[in-house]
């Protein structure tokens, strides 16, 4: 059984960084895509950032050039670099893992990020 165990949110102030980090347990595949989505309250789940097992990425427009994802295949860990941080940030980020058709969608607990001004 996959388990994905999320760390490193918090308060920050606008302008601050945080780094959050997934750490995976289990059989993870040799091929998935790991990645980083948030929740506003009251909004719908979105998508922050992927990242496929072989590097190639991806990232909302509202994130690009601020956040960064990257990962350490041999510790089953996926990281996000949160530099620049702004209010409308605030949310509870979830870290994911798409096994593809065979093994299915994984997702964390979450942890919160909030971002005063």
């Known amino acids: 059984q996959v388990q994905l165990v999320e760390s490193g949110g918090g308060l920050v102030q606008a302008g601050g960084s945080l780094r959050l980090s997934c750490a995976a347990s289990?059989?993870?595949?040799?091929?998935?895509?790991m990645g980083w989505y948030r929740q506003a309250p009251g909004k719908q789940r979105d998508l922050v950032a992927l990242?496929?097992?072989?590097?190639?990425?991806n990232y909302a427009d509202s994130v690009k050039g601020r956040f960064t994802i990257s990962r350490d295949n041999g510790k089953k860990k996926v990281y996000l670099q949160m530099n620049n941080l702004k209010p409308e940030d605030t949310a509870v980020y979830y870290c994911?893992?798409?096994?593809?058709?065979?093994?299915?969608?994984?997702w964390g607990q979450g942890t919160q990020v909030t971002v005063s001004s």
């Open positions: 994911n893992l798409d096994r593809g058709p065979y093994g299915g969608s994984v």
């Open positions: 289990g059989n993870i595949f040799s091929s998935n895509v």
């Open positions: 990242i496929t097992n072989g590097g190639i990425t």
